[in-house]
C-alpha cells in the first residue's frame, strides 16, 4: 500500500523510511527524479571479462563526469586517467560527439522517438568502439522530456527485480539493494548450456538516487565459462538540483579537430542483404576441406547459419537443422554453420557430440561473418540458387521461425 508523503515527513524527524518491497521503493525513486530539474555526479566504471562478446578496447576502468538537465541537455565527458578519451553534448535539439583517437567530431540531430535514441547517440563513437553500453545509458538527459532513461531505474525494479535484499553500506551510505538473478539452461544430447546474469542496484536509503550498479555474466557449455565478464559503476559526488549554466552544453572545437559529416559514409546503416548478390567466400569446414560458396550457384539453394557453441539460442536451433538435413538431400539443398571460434578442433568435438549433419565451417578472422552483419547470432540466411540472399532471420524463435524457414525453402523447390 503507498504510504503517503505527510507519513514519510514525520518519519523522516525519527529516522528515514525505508520501503518493504520494490514497488514501493520504485514509487519512492519516481518521485525523487520527478522532482530533479538538474543534475550532476561521477560514474566510475569498471569493466573486465573475457569471451567473444568482450572488446579489448572497451575494458579497464573509466571516469565519466555528468551534467543532466530537465529540458534534455546532457554533456557526458569521458577520461581514462588524467586523459580526456571521449565527449558527448546533447544540447536538447543536436548531439556532439568527440573522441580522442583522431580528435574528430559530429553533430546530428537528436532522434524525435524514444527508439532512436539509442542509435543516434552512437554513430562516431560505435565506430570507435568506444562503450557502446555507456552511451545508451548516458547518451541523453535521464530527466528529458519523453526519455525512456528517465525511468529506467522504476521499470528494472518493477517489471525484473526478484527481490529487494538486504541493506548495506556504502561509503558511509546506508544502501537499499535491489538484485535481478537471472539464469538460462539448454541441454541438448551431449550439451549443457547455462547463462547466468546477476545485476545489483544499490540506492541511498535518503536520498533513492543510485550509488552503485554492478553485473556479473557468466555463459558456456557443461560449467565452462567461455564468456565471463563484470561491470561495476559507482555514483560519487551526486547533487540534486545544482545551478547549471546552458553555456556548459555548448560545444567548441578543440585546436586541430576535424568534423566529420553526419551523412559520411561509416554512419549509414548497413545495407540490407535481402535481393543482394550473397558475399562470397571460401573457408575451411572442421575436417580442413575448403567449402566455397560459388560451387553452389546454379545448383542448390544454400542456408547459412551463424552459431557459437557458447551460444544457448544457437544450440537450441541444432535439432531443426538436424531435422531439415534429414528432410532434403544435399544435391538439393546445402547446409552451412559458420563459426568464428578460436579452435576449429573445438568445433569439430562439438559437432561429434552433437550430431551435427550438416557442414560446420570455421570463419577463422571472422570475414564471413563480418561480411553477412553476423555480429549477433544466430543469424541464419537463405540463398536461393542464383547466389542472391532471400531472407535473414535474427536469434532463434523456434518452431515459428522453423515454419517460416520450411516455406521459404519449399517456394525455392517449385
Same mark, same amino acid.
Given at each position: 500500500?503507498?504510504?503517503p508523503?505527510?507519513?514519510?515527513?514525520? +518519519? *523522516?524527524g525519527?529516522?528515514? !523510511?525505508?520501503?518493504?518491497?520494490?514497488?514501493?521503493?520504485?514509487a519512492?525513486?519516481?518521485?525523487?527524479?520527478?522532482? $530533479?530539474? =538538474?543534475?550532476?555526479?561521477?560514474?566510475?566504471?569498471? $569493466?573486465k571479462?573475457?569471451?567473444?562478446?568482450?572488446?579489448?578496447?572497451?575494458?579497464?576502468d573509466?571516469?565519466?563526469?555528468?551534467?543532466?538537465?530537465?529540458?534534455?541537455?546532457?554533456k557526458?565527458?569521458?577520461?581514462?586517467?588524467?586523459?580526456?578519451?571521449? $565527449?558527448?553534448?546533447?544540447?536538447?535539439?543536436?548531439?556532439?560527439?568527440?573522441?580522442?583517437?583522431?580528435?574528430?567530431?559530429?553533430? !546530428?540531430?537528436?532522434?524525435?522517438?524514444?527508439?532512436?535514441?539509442?542509435?543516434?547517440?552512437?554513430?562516431?563513437?560505435?565506430?570507435?568502439?568506444?562503450?557502446?553500453?555507456?552511451?545508451?545509458?548516458?547518451?541523453? /538527459?535521464? +530527466?528529458?522530456?519523453?526519455?525512456?532513461?528517465?525511468?529506467?531505474?522504476?521499470? $528494472?525494479?518493477?517489471?525484473?527485480?526478484? &527481490?529487494?535484499v538486504?541493506?548495506?553500506?556504502?561509503?558511509?551510505?546506508?544502501?537499499?539493494?535491489? &538484485?535481478?538473478?537471472?539464469?538460462?539452461?539448454?541441454?541438448?544430447?551431449?550439451? !549443457?548450456?547455462?547463462?547466468?546474469?546477476?545485476?545489483?542496484?544499490?540506492?541511498?536509503?535518503?536520498?533513492?538516487?543510485p550509488?552503485?550498479?554492478?553485473?556479473?555474466?557468466?555463459?558456456?557449455?557443461?560449467?565452462?565459462?567461455?564468456?565471463?565478464?563484470?561491470?561495476e559503476?559507482?555514483y560519487?559526488?551526486?547533487?540534486?538540483?545544482?545551478?547549471?549554466?546552458?553555456?556548459?552544453?555548448?560545444? #567548441?572545437?578543440?585546436?586541430?579537430? #576535424?568534423?566529420?559529416?553526419?551523412?559520411?559514409p561509416?554512419?549509414?546503416?548497413?545495407?540490407?542483404?535481402?535481393? %543482394? /548478390?550473397?558475399?562470397?567466400?571460401?573457408?575451411?569446414?572442421?575436417?580442413? *576441406?575448403?567449402?566455397?560458396?560459388?560451387?553452389?550457384?546454379g &545448383?542448390?539453394?544454400?542456408?547459412l547459419?551463424?552459431?557459437?557453441t557458447?551460444?544457448?539460442?544457437?544450440?537450441q536451433?541444432?535439432?531443426?537443422?538436424?531435422?531439415?538435413?534429414s528432410?532434403?538431400?544435399?544435391? =538439393?539443398?546445402a547446409?552451412?554453420?559458420?563459426? /568464428?571460434?578460436?579452435?576449429?578442433?573445438? +568445433?569439430?568435438?562439438?559437432?561429434?557430440?552433437?550430431?551435427?549433419?550438416?557442414? @560446420?565451417?570455421?570463419?577463422?578472422? %571472422?570475414?564471413?561473418?563480418?561480411? !553477412?552483419?553476423?555480429?549477433?547470432?544466430?543469424?541464419?540466411?537463405?540463398?536461393? &540458387?542464383?547466389?542472391?540472399? @532471400?531472407?535473414?532471420?535474427?536469434?532463434?524463435?523456434?518452431?515459428?521461425?522453423?515454419?517460416?524457414?520450411?516455406?521459404?525453402? *519449399? %517456394?525455392l523447390? %517449385?
Open positions: 500500500m503507498h504510504v508523503l505527510v507519513i514519510l515527513w514525520l +518519519l *523522516a525519527i529516522g528515514w !523510511y525505508e520501503p518493504h518491497d520494490k514497488a514501493e521503493l520504485a519512492e525513486i519516481t518521485r525523487t527524479f520527478d522532482q $530533479l530539474i =538538474s543534475i550532476s555526479f561521477q560514474a566510475e566504471v569498471s $569493466l571479462g573475457h569471451g567473444p562478446a568482450i572488446d579489448n578496447t572497451q575494458q579497464g573509466i571516469r565519466l563526469d555528468v551534467k543532466m538537465k530537465k529540458d534534455g541537455k546532457a557526458i565527458e569521458a577520461f581514462r586517467g588524467a586523459i580526456k578519451d571521449w $565527449l558527448v553534448i546533447c544540447d536538447g535539439v543536436q548531439i556532439t560527439e568527440w573522441h580522442s583517437d583522431d580528435n574528430s567530431w559530429t553533430k !546530428y540531430p537528436l532522434g524525435t522517438s524514444p527508439e532512436n535514441h539509442p542509435d543516434r547517440i552512437r554513430q562516431l563513437l560505435v565506430t570507435q568502439k568506444k562503450a557502446p553500453g555507456l552511451l545508451s545509458r548516458y547518451g541523453t /538527459s535521464w +530527466l528529458g522530456p519523453d526519455n525512456p532513461e528517465q525511468t529506467w531505474r522504476q521499470t $528494472l525494479i518493477l517489471n525484473n527485480a526478484t &527481490k529487494l538486504g541493506g548495506r553500506t556504502i561509503g558511509g551510505k546506508e544502501c537499499l539493494v535491489v &538484485k535481478v538473478d537471472e539464469s538460462s539452461s539448454h541441454s541438448d544430447g551431449a550439451l !549443457y548450456l547455462k547463462t547466468r546474469e546477476v545485476f545489483k542496484m544499490y540506492f541511498d536509503a535518503q536520498s533513492y538516487l550509488v552503485r550498479e554492478t553485473t556479473d555474466v557468466s555463459a558456456g557449455p557443461m560449467g565452462i565459462k567461455v564468456i565471463s565478464y563484470q561491470r559503476t559507482n560519487k559526488n551526486m547533487i540534486r538540483n545544482p545551478p547549471i549554466a546552458d553555456s556548459v552544453f555548448e560545444f #567548441t572545437p578543440p585546436p586541430g579537430s #576535424t568534423f566529420i559529416s553526419p551523412d559520411d561509416r554512419f549509414a546503416p548497413p545495407p540490407k542483404l535481402e535481393g %543482394k /548478390s550473397a558475399p562470397g567466400f571460401a573457408i575451411a569446414n572442421v575436417d580442413g *576441406a575448403t567449402c566455397d560458396l560459388a560451387d553452389f550457384k &545448383k542448390r539453394p544454400v542456408l547459419v551463424f552459431w557459437a557458447w551460444c544457448g539460442p544457437c544450440c536451433e541444432i535439432p531443426f537443422l538436424r531435422e531439415l538435413r528432410e532434403h538431400t544435399t544435391e =538439393s539443398l547446409i552451412l554453420a559458420v563459426s /568464428s571460434e578460436a579452435k576449429a578442433a573445438d +568445433l569439430a568435438r562439438f559437432a561429434k557430440k552433437k550430431k551435427m549433419t550438416y557442414s @560446420v565451417l570455421h570463419d577463422e578472422k %571472422k570475414e564471413v561473418s563480418k561480411a !553477412y552483419q553476423a555480429s549477433a547470432i544466430p543469424r541464419t540466411i537463405l540463398i536461393d &540458387k542464383s547466389g542472391v540472399v @532471400v531472407k535473414v532471420w535474427k536469434g532463434w524463435s523456434g518452431d515459428e521461425e522453423a515454419k517460416e524457414i520450411r516455406a521459404e525453402i *519449399a %517456394k523447390m %517449385k
